[in-house]
């Protein structure tokens, strides 16, 4: 299990970095949450860059996505990794589908 954060950077691109649950506490005790959701994705998403409209926390439960940031970082998640999703600014990220995965969806207020 890893878990990553892409965020918009001062640049206007999005940029990854792996975290640690010991630097974020605030992500051991989510309370400002507007929606939780379980969805399963059938492989086929091919998404181009871009900004999401809000900040989301999604664990992957299944299967393999691959995230291609604006500053050319790829980064592969499989089952059990979690991603924090901050790069609600800026060109975003890309999203490709490896395999049909799953996962839980956490969209976090601001």
Wanted: charged share 30%; proline share 4%; hydrophobic share 35%.
């Amino acid at each position: 299990m890893a878990m990553y954060r892409v965020f918009a950077g001062s640049d206007g691109e999005s940029h990854i970095e792996e975290l640690r649950l010991e630097d974020r506490p605030e992500l051991g005790a989510l309370t400002n949450v507007s929606e939780v959701r379980v969805q399963h994705f059938d492989g086929t998403r091919n998404m181009d860059f871009h900004p999401l409209p809000e900040r989301r926390l999604i664990i992957h439960l299944s299967g393999e996505v691959e995230i291609t940031t604006s500053d050319g970082s790829k980064q592969v998640l499989r089952g059990g990794d979690i991603r924090l999703m901050e790069d609600v600014t800026g060109r975003g990220h890309a999203h490709l589908d490896l395999t049909p995965s799953s996962a839980v969806y956490v969209i976090l207020k601001d």
